[in-house]
């Protein structure tokens, strides 16, 4: 199945510590792309299978006890810990599983290259043509007589984190954009994300302005905020919303940054939305790792959950994109929307404020459209916060900023179970080859460092897998309304732990059956009956055109045409 | 200071604040002298009312409201909108009885606070007696907040109406001042055809009020008991029911006033049973009653191998006291009056809901009832609950454990028959423990009807497909018990019931009682309503298939779903456990024994016991069991966040996946029918399954509907998006890390 796989190492008698049923003896295999542990002695066949890319860390544990055993511990980027155990004075062959293992979890600390580029699989789509930026903004029907493409960044010389194509208002020249990019925060000037079909009002995102202490100000910037304001003749306002707490906001200007006042920018207010940094994001999962693996104490457990924060950052996002949602929608407004640097909050709240006011981003294709721009176009870092292949798991730069991302959009299918045509599945497994390395999505920090390591080339797409077997990923339930906006509740009441994925390790939790294949079965059973009633019709056809064609309206007629969902 | 134009209402005291702009009160110069009624039930009378009353609307931010007249009746606290009704929108789910906008059941009244300069007081008797307060806020058993401002209307109007209410909901009274029995004076509305459906509809709930109800049960369960009728006049005891079953080996039945005596509930196939039983504590010196009652476990023993496992519940869980603080504290966070306090309570919703105990008292009762079916599936031994009454959690847990075990209580029918056996013929204390006279007497009141329908409801939210009947039903039924006029709720036990039936009866001129069952729905809502009840994921089961399989079996038979030996045997103690089994077959040794001596704890015991269950392929119609791990056990979102619109989510909720199957199911059976129609040759009849007729609903704009749907049905929301006010969140981040910057390189010492 995976080409190029190296079955580098098999260690057997090995003891792997299972949290949940104890210790388990098998066999452990270490390839350049998994580790994968069996034993066949129980009943059912115990498995564990995991590709080496979900590592954050892996290390000997103390010394050889007395026993002569060596413990490793695997702490593991998915939410768990694995724990295996040897015998240490045996053969040289288990020891070099452990080395090899040790080896290939992180091969770019070891000046190797990651398993997507040695991974050669060849699926009926290239899903690295998933994402056209020109045709994803024609469908939004730009450029128009207000919005322009401008080729300024075009080799990246400007903003090496954007991507080549900008969309800018037709006001503004590239002259007067260069030196707006002086004054954004990398050069991460305000561009146009999306554009409201039909009261133009736009969703805008930016990097801060580098204002500092002294209230610097650029009038190329305040030129492109008023033209972007003009651009959308319904309303006489813009809305700047910053996603940083006001304080941190206002720190900021200690180092050159800051936010954009209101004497300066006229006609504009600024919000603050109040979500914290990707420190405070990294400390909240690793407790909420602490609380769900791999015990789950009960009689605690609802505080526990809350001292971890997570679903109050949670809820801070949703609120954040939803205001957002809102000023588009209902204030037919344009908004600005940055953080510090603008790619971390701001891809977060532009992404998720458009799946809500956009039904075709709630679409598989669509949702893989979203990806590709919002955040690996416009340059989310994967490579720092993910870490691919690096050993330094106390690298600061890590943080769970896309599976906060992707956590807030199951709480949106979970309130809106029939907007999406994706399912639970879809989501779990992003996120599970976000870390894996075995495909190129989610390589590198930006566009252009993707073109320079020739990833496209060289790696396979994620979509290119996800959209060879579409049936896999598809809600059953799912209905399209073309134009409908979704305003999730934020209350957090309403938001749940996302057990199916942070606690789905623990076999407790596992549902026997999910319901999932019941919608499964009801839609097989509708498409078999369907199937008859075709057959039936065809033979009732071929009888009644032999004798008159008198009963043109017959009771089959008047069926509703069932759409196929499968 | 405000003055009213016209209507003679007197100036308020100037402390008062008004929350009313001036345009409001403009809009009601012209008080209408055409004064509306309510339309009233049948029996039903009014006893006071008072215009204008302000009633502020819920599903506003800010204080505004409707101008109105507020009535009491025998029946409920009723307010009448002084607007013109605006056109009817079809409502789908609709209460015959009441509106949930602005009827109140006088039994649904939890408390009424008054307002009273600026501040907030809890009315109790003696508040009532001049003094009215400005606004009156009502809270509802059903969760509902109504609040009403008296400051309007003319002083005496204003202080009639509050007394009266405040009398009619907050004093104890007497059982027959009670609705039901007004209503159930007159003629049972509607024509004969429609009672003839009803009553058919009726057989199919068992009431377990006759002796070949228990006969019939018997026979389903394959049980060996005895039926008792000695009962019959209540000879025996009167907290005991009229018919009941005890095991065979019970001779002597007339001693101790049935104390003690094991009621037997349920019979599993292997032949080994669950009875419950009222033990009173026994001191030290009482030999006899305590040898009364080893003979009493000893005949227990007898039904099945000799063998028996007593579980005294009142040691093991929490008490009717405890439960009822526990829901007192736990209700509080759902009974909000206003976005404000919505969004304070937000931030702390875990730790709140944690610290109510609520959901581990449910936690609690569904370990105790697996604890119970462990042994009757793995163990096959006998099991005997106890209580002090036997008519609480004996009730709780005993009910749970059937619904894990038989199949047939997951249906609607079968449900609603064992909440007739368990609960009404068992002589749970309805009337006590929910207060429905408001006795001052608080330590017997208690929400236990309602703790095991909350285990249900966990029950379905986990296992969905299982059951026949949605939450949307637990949830009406959860209202039901305060709508005083089903017979179901009023009364403490059989005799009681009969007590009062007959006391009662010289009074209805017309023939026999019909005082209605709460079963017979059409009372409160029309047949397309009662659609709701059903659950379009439940996996009925294949009859014809089951018909070559199992072609002997009687109607209502259980599937067996696999040999108990398949799954008798953990891991572990496998071995030795057989080996003891057969020897205690061989020896028929009497095994009495207790929970507390077994050497595992029961939770971990339990937890092996649903891990095996768990790995065993799905069948809906055979064992069902919950997990009841932490995150497993959630809040009843329905029926205890359906008022509060902060959290409506508006398209979107389970409705919009109930209605998606609906509309899928339906086509199916379209399918179905045009092959049907097709099929000429062969005259075979269609498959009228009750979910079925989910296709004649509507939903038009489903869309649109919020997820509070079916329940307060709001019709020209605007669709705005809820932001929550106060977002400044003072989100407690303590270290560092928040002040930290993105970008590391800058902080370089970090680790």
């Known amino acids: 199945m995976y080409l190029f796989i190296v079955c580098v190492s098999t260690a057997k008698d090995v003891t792997y510590i299972c949290p949940f049923i104890g210790p388990v003896r098998g066999s452990l295999t270490v390839t350049n792309y998994r580790l994968f542990f069996r034993c066949t002695d129980r009943e059912p066949v115990f498995g564990l299978d995991l590709p080496l890319g979900a590592l954050s860390r892996a290390e000997k544990i103390g010394a050889a006890t007395s026993r002569g055993d060596v413990s490793y511990g695997l702490v593991c980027k998915d939410m768990r810990n694995l724990r295996f155990v040897h015998k240490e004075l045996e053969d040289s062959l288990k020891k070099s599983a452990f080395e090899v293992l040790m080896k290939f979890a992180f091969p770019v600390s070891n000046n190797m290259s990651l398993f997507a580029f040695e991974y050669k699989q060849v699926f009926p789509e290239n899903g690295w043509k998933v994402y056209d930026p020109l045709a994803e903004y024609k469908r939004q029907g730009l450029p128009n007589e207000s919005w322009r493409i401008s080729k300024v960044n075009d080799h990246y010389e400007l903003c090496d984190s954007y991507p080549a194509a900008l969309f800018v208002p037709v006001t503004i020249t590239d002259e007067e954009l260069r030196r707006v990019f002086s004054f954004r925060a990398k050069g991460r000037i305000p561009v146009l994300s999306w554009i409201h079909p039909e009261s133009q009002a736009a969703v805008v995102r930016a990097s801060q302005p580098m204002v500092g202490q002294n209230g610097r100000r650029c009038k190329e910037d305040e030129k492109l905020l008023q033209a972007i304001m003009d651009a959308n003749a319904q309303s006489h306002k813009l809305f700047i919303f910053d996603a940083r707490p006001s304080v941190n906001a206002a720190a900021n200007k200690m180092k050159g940054g800051g936010y954009e006042s209101e004497d300066a920018y006229q006609n504009a207010e600024l919000v603050f939305l109040d979500i914290h940094n990707i420190h405070v994001m990294r400390e909240s999962l690793r407790k909420l790792k602490e609380v769900v693996y791999p015990n789950i104490e009960e009689s605690h457990w609802l505080s526990n959950l809350e001292s971890t924060h997570w679903l109050e950052h949670i809820k801070l996002i949703l609120a954040g994109a939803l205001r957002i949602a809102d000023k588009v929608e209902s204030g037919k407004t344009s908004v600005v929307v940055h953080c510090s640097d603008g790619w971390d909050r701001t891809p977060q709240l532009t992404s998720l404020a458009l799946i809500m006011l956009d039904s075709h981003y709630r679409t598989i294709r669509g949702f893989q459209i979203l990806l590709e721009k919002e955040w690996l176009s416009f340059g989310h870092r994967f490579q720092q916060r993910v870490g691919h292949g690096d050993r330094n798991h106390t690298d600061a730069d890590r943080s769970p900023i896309f599976l906060q991302f992707i956590d807030c959009v199951w709480q949106m299918t979970r309130q809106f179970p029939a907007a999406f045509e994706f399912n639970e599945y879809f989501l779990i497994t992003i996120l599970d080859h976000l870390y894996s390395c075995l495909f190129g999505t989610f390589l590198c920090n930006s566009e252009q460092q993707r073109l320079k390591e020739e990833v496209p080339k060289r790696t396979v797409s994620l979509w290119s897998f996800v959209n060879s077997q579409l049936e896999e990923f598809v809600n059953p339930l799912y209905v399209h309304y073309p134009s409908h906006v979704l305003f999730p509740t934020v209350g957090i009441r309403h938001l749940q732990l996302w057990v199916t994925y942070y606690i789905r390790w623990n076999p407790r939790m596992r549902p026997q059956e999910p319901v999932h294949q019941r919608y499964k079965e009801l839609l097989a059973k509708r498409a078999e009956l369907q199937k008859r009633v075709e057959e039936l019709q065809r033979e009732a056809a071929n009888r009644t055109a032999s004798s008159s064609s008198e009963r043109a309206g017959s009771p089959t007629r008047s069926i509703t045409p069932v759409q196929t969902f499968v | ?751």
């Open chain 2, 1 to 751: 200071m405000l003055s009213l134009g016209s209507g003679g209402a007197k100036s308020t005291k100037p402390s008062f604040v008004s929350y009313v702009t001036p345009e409001e009160i403009k809009a009601e110069k012209d008080p209408p002298k055409k004064e509306k009624h309510p339309d009233l039930l049948p029996g039903e009378v009014e006893f006071c009312s008072a215009n204008p009353i302000l009633k502020y609307s819920q599903d506003d931010l800010s204080q505004h409201g409707v101008f109105g007249t507020l009535f009491c009746t025998n029946f409920r606290v009723t307010f009448i909108s002084d607007e013109t009704p605006q056109e009817k929108t079809a409502k789908t789910f609709k209460n015959k009885l009441y509106g949930e906008k602005n009827d109140i059941p006088l039994m649904c009244v939890d408390h009424i606070y008054g307002v009273y300069d600026e501040k907030r007081k809890l009315i109790t008797g003696g508040l009532v007696k001049n003094k009215y307060p400005s606004k009156m806020i009502i809270h509802c058993k059903d969760l509902r907040v109504f609040q009403f401002c008296l400051t309007f209307t003319k002083e005496e109007d204003a202080k009639k109406i509050f007394q009266g209410i405040a009398h009619h909901c907050l004093e104890e009274k007497s059982l027959k001042c009670v609705f039901a029995f007004s209503y159930m004076g007159t003629p049972s509305p509607g024509t004969d055809l429609s009672f003839c459906r009803e009553m058919l509809r009726k057989q199919e709930t068992i009431m377990f009020d006759s002796p070949e109800d228990w006969t019939q049960e018997m026979k389903r369960t394959k049980a060996n008991c005895r039926l008792v009728i000695e009962n019959k006049n209540f000879e025996l005891s009167q907290r005991l029911p009229k018919y009941f079953v005890i095991p065979l080996a019970i001779g002597d039945l007339f001693s101790y006033q049935g104390k003690g005596l094991p009621i037997w509930c349920w019979s599993h196939y292997s032949g080994c049973a669950l009875f419950k039983a009222s033990f009173p504590p026994v001191t030290q010196e009482d030999g006899d009653f305590q040898k009364h009652l080893e003979t009493m476990i000893n005949a227990v023993a007898h039904n099945y191998l000799y063998s028996v496992k007593t579980e005294d519940l009142s040691e093991s869980l929490p008490n009717i006291q405890d439960i009822q603080q526990s829901y007192n504290k736990f209700k509080q966070f759902f009974l909000i009056e206003n976005s404000t306090d919505f969004w304070l309570s937000d931030v702390k919703w875990f730790s709140s809901l944690e610290s109510s105990g609520w959901l581990d008292i449910i936690r609690q009762c569904l370990q105790k009832a697996v604890e119970v079916v462990e042994c009757l599936e793995k163990d096959n031994t006998n099991v005997l609950i106890t209580e002090e009454e036997g008519t609480d959690l004996c009730c709780v847990i005993s009910s749970l454990a059937q619904i894990m075990l038989d199949p047939y209580y997951r249906t609607l029918m079968g449900f609603q028959s064992l909440v007739q056996k368990e609960w009404v013929a068992g002589c749970h204390a309805f009337l006590d423990r929910c207060n429905h006279l408001h006795q001052k007497d608080k330590e017997c009141h208690s929400p236990v009807f309602l703790l095991f329908l909350e285990c249900v409801w966990q029950l379905v939210q986990q296992h969905s497909p299982a059951f026949q009947f949605s939450e949307t039903y637990l949830t009406v039924l959860s209202d039901s018990v305060h709508v005083p006029i089903f017979s179901t709720f009023l009364f403490n036990s059989a005799h009681h019931r009969e007590g009062v039936m007959k006391a009662e009866s010289p009074l209805a001129q017309s023939g026999p009682l019909s005082c209605p069952t709460v079963w017979d729905w059409s009372v409160q809502f029309d047949s397309k309503a009662q659609n709701f009840f059903y659950n379009p994921l439940y996996s009925e089961k294949v009859k014809h298939e089951k018909a070559v399989r199992k072609p002997h079996k009687p109607k209502h038979q259980r599937q067996l779903s696999l040999p108990s030996t398949a799954f008798k045997t953990p891991l572990k103690k496998g071995f030795f456990k057989d080996e003891t089994d057969s020897l205690k077959k061989m020896l028929q040794v009497k095994r009495l024994s207790r929970w507390m001596g077994s050497p595992d704890s029961p939770a971990a015991t339990t937890r092996e016991f649903y891990e095996s269950w768990q790995h065993r392929p799905v069948d809906y119609h055979g064992l069902l069991l919950p997990c009841l791990d932490g995150p497993a056990v959630r809040v009843w979102m329905q029926r205890y966040l359906r008022w509060i619109p902060e959290v409506y989510i508006l398209g979107g909720g389970s409705v919009a996946m109930t209605t998606k199957l609906m509309e899928l199911l339906s086509q199916v059976q379209d399918l179905k029918r045009v092959l049907e129609q097709r099929d000429t040759s062969q005259a075979a009849k269609i498959d009228h399954r009750p979910y079925i007729q989910h296709r004649l609903l509507s939903f038009g704009s489903s869309g649109r509907l919020s997820s509070s749907f079916p329940f307060a049905y709001t019709r020209n929301r605007s669709f705005k998006p809820i932001i929550p006010t106060g977002l400044m969140q003072r989100l407690m981040v303590t270290d560092s890390l928040a002040s930290q910057e993105d970008e590391a390189s800058s902080v370089a010492s970090f680790v």
